[in-house]
């Protein structure tokens, strides 16, 4: 699977966009893009996923340069609760495939009062 | 619908000891992960079941830890003869198929290792 990119940390103030990259230069053309993310002590949470279009729920918005080598979620309005570790990952999602998911050190999101 | 269950939370072994480990995936979810996170550490990933069938263990270490997950009742995650660097959090992970269909989380079970 290919390796991730991310920013070890950033900060977002409450109330604002909070836009986290990931460089995935070496993504394979049958690789999606997954986001997850842990809160302290919690299961990590599924966010979004996609492979080339860009995705968005109701917890955020996923968007996969056209090269698909980087993407950046972005979480609308943040909160104090959507202080995490955010993960990035890449994987081929088809049937015979392990698909397990590899993860590596995410972004440690801290939003601000 | 209730999400991935594991139990128990939190789990309290001396060394020696065996440790059992259960996880309850997601009602109609045939496909189960089992990962590990050290302390200061990223999760990792040990073994994928499909009911019955051990599809892939790469990530378990080849002594003292076995995970099976039978047609009938819970996933467990073994682990014999603890010793203190197995001292961690260990999720379990369930999504239906495969495919792109995301897997999802339980909140893991903390072990301690006197």
């Known amino acids: 699977d290919a390796k991730t990119t991310q920013p070890p940390s950033m900060d977002c103030a409450e109330g604002r966009a909070a836009n986290l990259p990931c460089n995935h230069s070496?993504?394979?053309?049958?690789?999606?893009v997954y986001w997850y993310r842990q809160i302290h002590s919690q299961g990590p949470q599924y966010i979004i996923h996609?492979?080339?279009n860009n995705e968005t729920n109701e917890m955020a918005s996923l968007i996969i340069t056209e090269d698909r080598k980087s993407s950046t979620l972005i979480l609308p309005h943040a909160t104090l609760r959507d202080t995490a570790v955010y993960y990035c990952?890449?994987?081929?999602?088809?049937?015979?495939?392990?698909?397990?998911?590899?993860f590596g050190t995410g972004t440690l999101l801290a939003v601000q009062p | 619908n209730a999400g991935v269950m594991q139990n128990p939370r939190h789990l309290v072994r001396r060394r020696g000891q065996e440790a059992r480990l259960r996880c309850s995936p997601v009602?109609?979810?045939?496909?189960v992960y089992w990962y590990r996170q050290l302390p200061e550490e990223g999760l990792k990933f040990m073994v994928y079941?499909?009911?019955?069938?051990?599809?892939?263990e790469s990530g378990m270490p080849k002594e003292r830890f076995s995970a099976e997950f039978p047609k009938e009742g819970p996933s467990i995650l073994r682990i014999q003869q603890v010793v203190r660097g197995d001292s961690a959090a260990y999720f379990c992970?369930?999504?239906?198929?495969?495919?792109?269909?995301?897997?999802?989380f339980g909140d893991g079970t903390r072990l301690s290792i006197l």
């Open positions: 992970a369930s999504s239906p198929t495969q495919g792109n269909q995301p897997q999802h």
């Open positions: 070496t993504i394979s053309g049958n690789e999606y």
């Open positions: 996609g492979l080339k």
């Open positions: 990952i890449v994987r081929v999602a088809s049937d015979g495939a392990t698909n397990k998911l590899i």
């Open positions: 009602k109609g979810h045939s496909h």
């Open positions: 079941l499909q009911k019955e069938n051990i599809i892939d």
